[in-house]
């Protein structure tokens, strides 16, 4: 019977909701809008506060997403100035280092062309033992060759006249054990002797352990002693090692050319070499 009853009950409601709804239908509508304002009136301050707080969280959360966006965009815009910052740096660096290659580069220059025109020799002989690394070249006294001339290819050195005949000379090369060129870092301006090893490449000796010498440094003559002329290319650095506790570093270069794919040589008077230290 219960259950019943609860059928009846949920029926009869649905009929009642139908002909409320099917009678406000058939209200005039202007009865219907007073109805409407009748029942919203009270609810209206409700409402007024709900849209203020809806509008009021709205526009915290807008203004909370632009101050997010601005803070994006300022921390992107000081990425950016970094960046082009460290860009400015870089370049200045380089432009500072062109400069300073270029002021070395006009200054070998000069010290080339103040040696004069050379003699020229080609090269008929070869001493590579393991004792002695030199060449025979065909031009001697009778073209004023004299000991202790100094031997180029193009701008790198090759050695000195160690012998010479009428008509014939011994050159001894950079490599040989028995070479020693007073030289200088060419960027740092490290002063050190270059001194041959029998071997493809030399040392440098007397460079102090605190010296900043790197791989790749280019290595030129110093003239100090007036035996070659200064600023003559004699290679670049292979292999820096610290020596420990020892004063100087072992430090190896490798000469600019290829002693033995050469076939002819330049020849610089010493009287030449001794009038541009004078």
Sequence with gaps: MGRNFSRFFKRFSIYILIAVSVSLLAIPENISNHIKLTVASPLAPVQKITSKTVNYFRNGFRKMALMIKAADKEEKLEEEVFLLQNKLIDHQNTINMLNKKLKTASELRKDIDSIGKPSIADIIGYDTSNFRKSILINIGRKQGIS???????????????????????????????????????????????????????????????????????????????????????????????DSGAKLFKDINLKPRIDFLKIEYVSVIKKSKVQKIHN
């Design 147 to 241: 000991v202790d001339d100094t031997v180029v290819f193009g701008s790198a050195l090759v050695g000195r006249i160690s012998a010479v005949g009428n008509s014939s000379s011994r050159a001894i090369l950079i490599t040989d054990p028995a070479s020693s060129v007073p030289s200088r870092f060419l960027e740092s301006r490290t002063q050190g002797i270059v001194q041959g090893t029998g071997n493809e490449t030399c040392i440098i000796k007397y460079i102090s352990r605190h010296a900043e010498i790197k791989e790749g440094n280019k290595i030129i003559s110093s003239g100090i002693g007036g035996l070659f002329p200064k600023s003559i290319y004699i290679g670049d650095i292979v292999e820096v090692k």
